[in-house]
């Protein structure tokens, strides 16, 4: 085994576990709380993979600005911050069978491609993956349109919450 | 090294624990909890297929930014919609939000 190997195996174990206590943990803010764990796990397999960038931005957004939001939305909307019944639906076997089923499909398309044992090539010496993905978020022959929509998205969706969450008397 | 099979495997995994989450949850916020979940594991699989195809072409790692800027609106238009909610009917449990049910 390779240290990298290692790494890959402890963080997918604890992202695995998290995301189970994610879905069933009882207490919200508990939830969150191990959602972050989670996005943390994604951080560290972006840094394994080497896009050092996503995974600084994974870091700062999601786990800095998304995970805090959903901590403050719980405690805005649940006076004893827990669920006093079960947390789960009553139809939880009808959903877990539904989920089996598409784990099963992902898993067999998976088995029959052939590239899965496909190992990485190592990055050419000097090269910058963070300036050539700027360069592609702004170069009008790549990816420019698309960085527009999202800034305008963004700009939307900041107009649209304010005015949805806003208490209009 | 690391073959590919363990990341797509993993967020096939991730993504369908997601997905059981969004199905079970009774609570609204849990349920957009869940979506984040099956986000990051579409981050996954797009940041690992750039790693191990051409690195040099960044429409894997630029996908996955806009999935970031996606994921972060519909959480800021999510919660507001749960607090809005919230503060009409003072609940936040997904099945008791009937209002459009005739």
């Known amino acids: ?169 | 090294m690391i073959p590919i099979s363990w990341y797509l495997f993993l967020s096939a995994a991730l993504f369908s624990v997601g997905l059981f989450g969004v199905l079970v949850r009774k609570n609204a916020i849990a349920i957009l909890l869940s979506v984040e979940l099956m986000l990051n594991a579409v981050n996954i699989n797009l940041v690992s297929f750039w790693r191990y195809g051409n690195t040099a072409d960044m429409a894997g790692q630029v996908f996955s930014i806009i999935v970031f800027a996606v994921a972060a609106a519909e959480v800021a238009v999510g919660l507001s919609l749960v607090y809005s909610v919230y503060r009409r009917r003072n609940t936040v449990i997904a099945d008791e939000l009937d209002m459009m049910k005739w």
Not at chain 1, 32 to 43: C, E, R, S, Y
Not at chain 1, 46 to 53: R, S
Not at chain 1, 119 to 136: C, I, N
Not at chain 1, 140 to 167: C, H, I, K, R
């Open chain 1, 1 to 169: 085994m390779e240290p990298t190997q290692i790494i890959f195996l402890v963080t997918a174990i604890m992202m695995l576990s998290s995301a189970v206590m994610v879905v069933s943990s009882r207490h919200l803010v508990h939830a969150a709380l191990w959602l972050i764990v989670t996005l943390f796990g994604a951080a560290v397999l972006f840094a394994l993979l080497e896009a050092t960038f996503i995974a600084v931005i994974q870091v700062v957004v999601y786990i800095g600005a998304i995970a805090i939001m959903f901590i403050f939305a719980v405690m805005l909307t649940r006076r004893e911050l827990r669920d006093s019944a079960d947390p789960w639906n009553k139809g939880w076997p009808v959903a877990l069978a539904l989920t089996a089923v598409v784990a099963v499909t992902l898993g067999s398309f998976l088995l029959k491609w052939d590239g899965l044992l496909k190992t990485s090539q190592p990055m050419a010496e000097g090269y910058d993956s963070v300036a050539s993905l700027g360069t592609a978020l702004i170069s009008p022959d790549a990816f420019v349109l698309p960085f527009e929509v999202a800034s305008v998205l963004l700009l939307a969706a900041l107009l649209g919450s304010v005015y949805v969450a806003m208490n209009k008397k």
